[in-house]
């Protein structure tokens, strides 16, 4: 099942400066995507989501890119921080038809140098 | 904050053996769910749980697996019958509502089958 891909295991980026990370689906279904961050020994925490009707949508330091006739999203942290190293997630759901139901991509692991 | 709470963190059980693992989500929540990691791989969904009933479940939710609200505050996973490839974590969510913003995860159980 790779309806959810995230093409890129790991990310290092220097304190300040800009964190792309990025999600391709295939499910055209799909309406509401979100991103999560994950620490070791913990579960994952929810960061930001986007409608499908939106193309952008920012909370802070977070901004999330969604692009739907390629189907691709990204997550964009500006600046970055050494607190931001945690593995990111991107998950789907289809709001219409599914009582919640998440499908997440592999994950990438960022490293935040200071 | 509100929690999802999980007990036990860890848990060592031998092949075939029964396992129940334990939930206590959020106090107002109305949706409740499992999900799975085994190490390396996705978040997977195995099953979601609202007004006392299975709403949904994956192909990984067979007969081996089931849940309950036994008593309005708890939500559990039983696994009847422990097998070497149901070693993962398990995490445990709840919702306020469906679409997935309002989620909630716990900190998850390592299943560790032997």
């Known amino acids: 099942d790779q309806q959810v891909k995230q093409n890129s295991p790991s990310l290092s980026v220097q304190e300040g400066r800009i964190s792309i990370l990025n999600c391709d689906y295939t499910n055209s279904m799909f309406d509401y995507f979100l991103w999560y961050k994950k620490y070791p020994a913990e579960g994952p925490t929810f960061l930001i989501s986007?409608?499908?009707?939106?193309d952008k949508n920012e909370d802070g330091r977070f901004t999330v890119f969604l692009n739907k006739s390629a189907k691709h999203l990204s997550l964009h942290i500006v600046p970055s921080q050494p607190g931001d190293s945690a593995v990111y997630f991107c998950a789907a759901s289809v709001r219409g038809t599914s009582y919640g139901k998440l499908t997440f991509g592999q994950g990438t692991i960022l490293t935040v140098h200071p | 904050e509100p929690e999802v709470t999980q007990t036990p963190s860890h848990q060592v059980t031998q092949m075939g053996q029964e396992v129940i693992l334990r939930c206590v989500p959020i106090?107002?929540?109305?949706?409740f769910y499992w999900y799975r990691q085994i190490l390396g791989q996705k978040v997977e969904f195995l099953v979601s749980?609202?007004?006392?009933?299975?709403?949904?479940k994956s192909e990984i939710f067979d007969d081996q697996f089931s849940v309950e609200r036994p008593d309005g505050s708890n939500f559990t996973l039983k696994i009847r019958s422990t097998k070497l490839e149901d070693s993962a974590m398990y995490f445990c969510?709840?919702?306020?509502?469906?679409?997935?913003?309002?989620?909630?995860f716990g900190s998850g159980t390592r299943l560790t089958v032997v």
């Open positions: 749980f609202y007004n006392n009933e299975i709403s949904e």
């Open positions: 986007i409608s499908s009707i939106k």
């Open positions: 969510a709840s919702s306020e509502w469906t679409g997935a913003y309002g989620y909630t």
């Open positions: 106090s107002n929540h109305l949706y």
